[in-house]
């Protein structure tokens, strides 16, 4: 069974940086596209971007779009999500996703990003 561990979260300025990291262990992890997803009090969990398993194309959401960057290193098994030039809207419990192609979602249990002065 894959699990997966977020860190990297906490309290940040606006404009400054912070960067996610999502262990995966349980399963190879070269077989799984990868995502980070976001939820906000009171709003829906959002996609924020995704790489597929060979790392060859990404998606991000038009609200982070230059400013986050998602990688994966698939010897380390870990995708990270580098967050640049924050703000405040940008505060939301911040969650991995790995999922293999036909097969179910598996989560972590989410990192906490606050962006306030």
């Known amino acids: 069974q894959v699990q997966l561990v977020e860190s990297g979260g906490g309290l940040v300025q606006p404009g400054g940086s912070l960067r996610l990291s999502c262990a995966v262990s349980?399963?190879?992890?070269?077989?799984?596209?990868m995502g980070w997803y976001r939820q906000a009090p009171g709003k829906q969990r959002e996609l924020v971007a995704a790489?597929?398993?060979?790392?060859?194309?990404?998606y991000y959401a038009e609200s982070v779009k230059g400013r986050f960057t998602i990688s994966r290193d698939n010897v380390k098994n870990t995708v990270y999500l580098q967050m640049n030039s924050l703000k405040p809207e940008d505060t939301a419990v911040y969650y991995c996703?790995?999922?293999?192609?036909?097969?179910?979602?598996?989560w972590g249990k989410g990192t906490l990003v606050t962006v306030s002065s």
């Open positions: 790489v597929t398993s060979a790392g060859i194309t990404n």
């Open positions: 349980g399963s190879i992890f070269s077989f799984y596209a």
């Open positions: 996703n790995a999922k293999k192609t036909g097969g179910l979602d598996n």
